[in-house]
């Protein structure tokens, strides 16, 4: 469910010439990274997602600027606004997101646990309800 879905901070390390923040499989991320992708040069009032995956996990984190994700898993919805780097969203398996509010200049990075597979997406809101029954 979208209970299941957490803010991890990822932590950074500081310094007068500013900030690193590392994720590393094993130490602070659930899943093993096999993908990473960004979205970026997003124009204003776009949104993103709209769809579900069966199997996919993710780490989403704003590395630049903020946004909002949307999480519905068919009975529950949630919306978090994602604002720093050092913050990483964990979205399960199973749920129906959208991603909007993009500011100005922002960067949506994103850790998968999977290879890219269209067969994976759900990418018909119907059909999303149909599956979580
Ligand atoms: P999609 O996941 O639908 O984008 P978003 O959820 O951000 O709106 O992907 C958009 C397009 O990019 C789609 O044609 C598939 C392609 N794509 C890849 O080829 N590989 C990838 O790893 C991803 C994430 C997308």
Redesign the pocket.
Known sequence: TVFDCSIIDVSKVHNKAGNITVVENGKNIPFDVK?I?Y?YDIPGGEA????AHYELEQYVIAASGSFNIMLDDGENRKIVTLNSPNLALHIVPGLW?E?DNFSSGSISL?L?SH??D?KD?I?EYEQFLKFKK
């Not at 993103?48 to 769809?51: C, E, I, K, L, M």
Request: net charge positive; hydrophobic share 30%.
């Open positions: 993908r992708y979205l993103r997602g709209g769809h997101r991603l994103v998968a290879l890219y269209e997406y990418r």
